[in-house]
């Protein structure tokens, strides 16, 4: 055995999180400053590459202060993972460390554009399940990137009523963005109001649930900077987990939260993978068939009831879901089976072949998601029957709501690698609920730091200008993922 090192006096562990609190903040200035020099600004340049960006008049500072700036919160949010000194604490320093970026224009993505002009489409009487922001006629539409000018919002209704309510708040361009970024910082909020009690309820540390979810750069670059409307569906998402864990088998109880989960799947379509992890939550005493059957009722009830009202009283019915097939318009190396589709594209080119293998891939993936996502829970399943006889000595671990907060967060992880498209926000689905449940953080922390670093502040995806050797190195991390998963699992059966 080794021994222990020396005592950590708490005036050393207060002198580092301090200097992770200010080299923080220096670090989202110097982010907010790049979005004025070079953000997604209205009038910006569109198709830039980083060469060209670096050649523009703003361009050696724009980049400067990005990569100092990302390198200052990164790494700052890496030195805290284990948990910051307080829940307190930890939600003022992510405050401190949104509030200049609250302030900054567009960073990282012109998707808030492309929000702006769909609620523009809707409040105009136009369907923009049916049309594309370009043929509405939007007077915006010079600020939306080309590849989503002419086809339909993969959003749902509930959002789209948001994006409209935002035009009609901001008339112009700039009160909409400011609109909508209020909109997205309202649900952070949500978000972090439910987090303490989550955590308490998966019996981990709420000053490390709250760090790790609500400090993290993907968080205010691409969330409160970016406007990105997954904020609002995380706020939703956790609320309906938390009515769910706080209020297990109640019917009322039960059908709000399904609500909760609807409107959560109204805004995006993802958060539907979590339902059959909130059913499992949902249920207090001994796990049967029957429980199962009688307690995910009322949740799919109120679930059902949130599509069905919001659907209806959009008017747009459920053209959304014909919407999602142009999610997948984008292809990048960053999502796995895009990056395995680009090497046998490239295996096929050397001996003159031309497979187009990505469209195959991504198909292959999605099915494997299925299964995938079945298996995760039905491993949940068992893992609360064979609670019933054990429950009074069971570990937290295994208590019903760590195994069904961590099912549901697995099954984001399992969305994201098998989806056809990864941009850097979507590492902020999955990142809320590992924060609540897993017992080690490297793991995804590490993905969560690195895919900071793939945004440019115009918007400039970086896969996207590395295409070949990115493809490359993503299909590498694959196979040497996949092989140690497989020697680590022959060992255990050994």
């Given amino acids: 055995m080794t021994a222990p090192g020396p005592p950590v006096s708490p005036l050393s562990v207060s002198l580092a999180a301090s200097g992770a609190r200010y080299a923080g903040l220096a670090g989202a200035v110097l982010l907010a400053v790049a979005g004025y020099l070079g953000g997604a600004l209205p009038d910006a340049p569109l198709g830039v590459t980083p060469a060209s960006i670096w050649r523009a008049p703003d361009g050696p500072a724009t980049l400067t202060c990005w990569l100092i700036g990302t390198v200052l919160l990164v790494g700052a949010w890496w030195s805290l993972r284990e948990g910051a000194p307080s829940t307190r604490w930890a939600y003022a320093t992510a405050g401190l460390w949104a509030l200049p970026l609250l302030l900054a224009p567009p960073l990282g993505s012109r998707d808030v554009y492309s929000y702006a002009c769909q609620g523009w489409t809707y409040a105009h009487g136009v369907d923009p399940y049916t049309v594309g922001v370009a043929a509405a006629g939007c007077p915006w539409l010079d600020t939306v990137a080309p590849i989503w000018r002419d086809t339909p919002t993969p959003y749902g209704p509930v959002f789209v009523l948001l994006a409209a309510l935002a035009v009609g708040l901001g008339g112009g361009l700039t009160g909409t963005i400011v609109a909508l970024r209020l909109i997205a910082v309202a649900g952070l909020l949500l978000a972090a109001l439910c ?39 995380l706020g939703l998402l956790l609320c309906g987990l938390l009515v769910v864990v706080r ?26 993978v979590v339902v059959p992890f909130a059913v499992l939550a949902g249920m207090p005493g001994r796990y049967t068939v029957r429980t199962l059957l009688r307690h995910g009722g009322w949740l799919a009830g109120g679930l059902l009831a949130a599509l069905l009202v919001t659907s209806a009283v959009s008017g747009l019915g459920f053209g959304w879901v014909g919407g999602l097939t142009h999610s997948g318009d984008s292809e990048q190396w960053t999502s796995p089976p895009t990056a395995v589709g680009f090497v046998v594209d490239y295996a096929g ?10 469209p195959g891939v991504r198909t292959f993936a999605l099915l494997l998601l299925v299964g995938v996502l079945v298996v995760l ?18 570990p937290v671990e295994t208590t019903p709501s760590r195994v069904a907060l961590h099912g549901a967060a697995l099954a984001l992880v399992a969305t994201v690698v098998l989806s056809p498209v990864f941009h850097p926000w979507y590492a902020t689905w999955p990142l809320a609920l590992l924060a609540l449940t ?23 995806n970086l896969a996207r200008v590395t295409k070949a050797p990115g493809a490359l190195a993503m299909t590498a991390l694959l196979l040497t993922v996949l092989v140690r998963t497989a020697r680590t699992a022959h060992r255990r059966r050994r």
């Fill in 195 to 233: 987090l303490p009690a989550l955590a308490r309820a998966a019996g981990v540390p709420a000053r490390r649930a709250a760090w790790l979810a609500l400090a993290g750069p993907l968080v205010g670059v691409h969330l409160v900077a970016g406007v990105h409307n997954d904020a609002v569906m």
């Fill in 247 to 272: 209020r297990p088998g109640r019917p009322a109880a039960l059908l709000l939260a399904g609500a909760l989960l609807g409107l959560a799947v109204t805004v995006k379509a993802t958060a539907v």
């Fill in 349 to 358: 080119a050397l001996v003159g072949r031309d497979p187009q293998a990505v």
């Fill in 377 to 394: 829970w039905w491993r949940a399943w068992q893992t609360l029957r064979g609670s019933n006889d054990a429950r009074r000595v069971a």
């Fill in 438 to 460: 897993a017992a080690r953080t490297t793991w995804f922390v590490l993905p969560a730091a690195a895919a900071a670093f793939l945004a440019l502040p115009d918007g400039t």
